[in-house]
């Protein structure tokens, strides 16, 4: 209801514009299939390949069955179109009763064609008129969702299957005069792209749809790698042939060499050798072989043995993906050709459920014995792919569109210098810092991969607020917030990192004309970057690698609306006051007149909350503390004593700051680089600060910095604070 106590006509109508929307998009998905099906005779339609294919007739029926079966058939008193349908296009529901043998599709020669095709329409209207009544609970708005993408995924093995089946006549006959969809072929980029590796973030973590085996999003670790920036092609494979590929058993996984053995297989399947070229058969007809074009219908054993001939390997699908998020640019056919396979077993991801209800045999019954491809084909449906897709097939199939990108191990010096220039930046800075006084050494050391899974769980934890309170302060304040940004203005994040936070400002600014995140880290820059040019198409994404301390100008080509600065995390506190005023002043410069900034700032409470927060309970940050000696000794060759030191949480009244620091609790000593450094009992290193303020404080380092306070919105206690300032 409206305020006035009448109805909101304006909801009723977006009510009403999302079920048109929606109506238009399912006629749209739902017309492909018979658009397919056109020219072909109900001969084509009818016959069976093999028994991984299916008539093209049951998959315009199937598809059709699953809308009345999953969505309809929900309605209380509902009658089907026929029932004995229910039987005749059930896939592989166990929950919804018999089914037909998946070999003996082919064997129903009834219903007929045009029956199948008046069932199809019938489904169809219900759904529209279901669809006009508005979509129901949550459970069928999402399985409506999925028919969608299950539509389109059968309307791929509809053209797999057909040209399967045509492939068993000797008359090579043409499917279609034009390929259905067609592959644009994209400009070679030639190499290898290689990528540093570390801790990263794989699977589905936004709003849209996914199949439920294409989530949780968990972090996977990735040693540096290279993948190719093209696809493997025809005339390479044809080399691959010409050096005996077929007939060399130790380039082959075991069970594959038995398959080859078995089935006579040598060369990919629909290739047939000419009197003086190889052809193949295509949705066209029999055409010849075209080296430059990448190679299609090779399973998983052809690949993983061509990879290994080319002194090469399949990438994971943890690689595939993070190449794909983060620099898809350096890569020709990610989608629009050939599935691509991987050397990952289709699995499920840690923490993976699957759908609730009937559906939840949809994936996650496949789970053993297939292996995962990424990518999409020429015959995928236009949006139908995403990052996070995993297409799944038996190791030994051969007639999906699926083809090959290699992959291989960084090249070892690339890795060992990236290494040896770390590895000599941390020795250095840990033997200045405990050569002082009081020994310290840089934060930064702190987050390795172990230190970075740490730092997520102590963020997680009940004692540590700051994450939290942030978060649920910027959910409900950035309507407030992102009020005067104005038409395409742009954001830029100081200090990065994943970016997540910023999404709750991204979706409160929908006309914003760039988002610029800036960050010392490239794989934490690369990996947000990627997911944020996912999750938001239509928003220009700029990153930029470096210290937000020593700021470097922005882009000249960026929209010329209104800069806002944004700083969360109150990572504000880990610089010295003069540190901080500067990196201010420098930001506004940087930002320039009229600029806005949106600072997190942790407030000043009592001793026993701050202590609490960075000396928890279960000790994990105790144990993220303690790793930097672990670091140490694992890549220094260092000896400190783990035993000897404790975690040490301290409130700095004072400096108004929260302290770590490791305690030496019994006198100790380790050497590093031949040089040793003695620890008295009770000793410390000093290993991260984290100031916190009041509005006092802030206002004055604003001022101090050339800033004016607009807002200051303090969270309910363990208070943190969001600060809006104006140039």
Known sequence: ??????????????????????????????????????????????????????????????????????????????????????????????????????????????PSLSEVMAYRREVDRRLVEWLARGKGDVRLRYLFELGLHHDQQHQELFLMDLLNLMACSPLDPAAYAGEPHGAVRQRPRGGMATFDGGLTRIGHDGPDFAFDNEGPAHRVWLEPFALAADLTTNGEWIAFIEDDGYARPELWLSDGWAVVKAEGWTAPLYWRRGDDCWTTLSLTGR????????????????????????GKRLPT???????????????SHLTGEVWQWTSSAYAPYPGFQPTPGTAAEYNGKFMANQMVLRGGSFATPEGHTRVTYRNFF???????????????????????????DQTAAFQQDLIEGLSRPQKAVPPKWLYDAEGSRLFEDITTLQEYYPTRQETALLRAQAMVLT????????????????????????????????????DISETALSEAAGRLRSAYPTLRVEPILGDFETLAPLPDDLPKGRRIGFFPGSTIGNLEPEEAVRFLASARTLLGEGALFILGVDLVKTPEVLVAAYDDAQS???????????????????????????????WNAEQSRMEMHLEAVCPTAAQIDGRRFDFAKGETIHTESSRKFTQTSVTDMAQAAGWRIVRFDASPAPSFALVLMSA
């Open 483 to 518: 009020a005067e940004f104005g038409p395409d203005a742009v954001l830029v994040e100081f200090g990065s990192g994943a970016s997540e936070k910023t999404r709750l400002l991204l979706d409160a600014a929908p006309d914003l004309g760039a988002y610029v995140p800036l």
């Open 394 to 420: 038996y190791p030994g199939q051969r007639w999906a569109f699926a083809g090959v990108r290699l992959a291989a191990d960084a090249p070892n010096d690339r890795r060992a210098a990236s290494e040896d």
């Open 287 to 310: 055409i010849p072989v075209d080296p430059a074009a990448p190679v299609r219908h090779v399973s998983f054993y052809e690949a993983d043995a061509f990879a290994r001939w080319a």
């Open 620 to 650: 994990v940050t105790a144990a993220f503390n303690r790793n930097l000696l672990v670091r140490a000794n694992a890549e220094l060759d260092a000896d400190f004593d783990l035993n000897a030191f404790r975690h040490r949480a301290i």
């Open 1 to 110: 209801m409206a305020r006035d106590g009448l109805p909101d006509t304006h909801a009723h109508e977006r009510a009403q514009s999302s079920d048109r929307l929606d109506i238009d998009r399912f006629r749209q998905i739902r017309s492909a299939m018979p658009q397919l099906a056109q020219g072909l005779s109900p001969e084509d339609l009818s016959a069976q390949s093999m028994p991984d294919c299916s008539p093209g007739k049951w998959h315009l029926a199937h598809t059709s069955w699953f809308f009345e079966a999953m969505i309809l058939a929900a309605e209380p008193g509902y009658q089907p179109v026929d029932p004995r349908f229910q039987r005749l296009f059930n896939s592989y529901y166990e929950a919804l009763g018999d089914r037909v043998a998946r070999h003996q599709r082919g064997l129903m020669t009834r």
């Open 317 to 331: 699908e943890a690689e595939w993906e993070q190449a794909a998020r983060t620099r898809p640019d350096a890569f």
